[in-house]
């Protein structure tokens, strides 16, 4: 017996949301647990964090970008259907502690998804949530609602200016700092590349800063190194020692080398799709 699909909502061309059936993940998963599934007997295992759960209906809710082949799949299945496998709650939970100053929360597209839970928390626990949340174009920025409900504050950029300012993520974080109220953690979910560039610039303001980092994965539970890190002069398996880590020791270029690992092969697949 597999998964049940109860809920399914499509936010943009490439961008949907489903509740999945998974009582026990439901139950157990906290800010920052991440699940891992496979479609079918033949498919691969994809990691997804989990956005959100409901312990009443035993629900999760899973934020996918359409970006190859399992995705692509994924997005094909409707209210009623099943997933074979779903694996979790996988990965250590955020760590959350009181805060005087704000909670910075930045999210990048589909980073957004595994923000919320994050951002969640913080508010759960009495800390002042500020977010940011930026994406190529407006059809990208998503779950707007859900994250103005649990911020004080939602500032909104796109890089071409179709939704809220025009501009990027670390232009809507200067503009915080330079306001000057105390900043006591930056949260940063996104694109590599997005993240590297957040963590230079809070690097040089001397704030501490969170990143979840999204590596390859297999089996997602310690036993293949597959996902594996650089974070200062160590090598960590983000799947079981994160995926979050502090921001200012991630190596992000050897990151996004080992993204790209097998974009022939992830082409290839995606050729073939259908
Ligand atoms: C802890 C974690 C949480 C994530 N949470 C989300 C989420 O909430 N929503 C979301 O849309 N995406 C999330 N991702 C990314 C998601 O796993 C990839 O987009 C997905 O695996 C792509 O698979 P594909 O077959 O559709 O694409 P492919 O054609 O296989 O690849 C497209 C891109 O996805 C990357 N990718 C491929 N396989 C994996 C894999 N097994 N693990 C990680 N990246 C891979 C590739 O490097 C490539 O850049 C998360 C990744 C991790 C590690
Ligand atoms: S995915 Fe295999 S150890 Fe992390």
Redesign the pocket.
Known sequence: MGYKIVEREQWSEKVFMMKVVAPDIAKHRKAGN?IIFRLNEVG??????I?DADTNDGTIM????D??????KLMELQVGDEIMDVIGPL?QPTHIEKHDGIVLCVGGG?GI??LHPIAQSHHNNGNKVVSILGARDKSLIIMEDMMKKISEETLICTDNGSYGEKGLVTDMIKRVYEKGEKISEVIAIGPAIMMKFVAKLTKEYNLPTTVSL????IDGTGMCGCCRVLVGTETKF?CVEG?EFDGHLVDFDLLMKR??M?KKE?HE??LKLG
């Open positions: 991440f691969e295992r994809i990691p997804l964090t956005a899973i934020v996918t970008q970006v190859g082949y399992s995705t692509a990965g589909v998804a595994p999204n590596p390859i994965m983000a995926p993204q790209a097998y992830e697949c995606s």
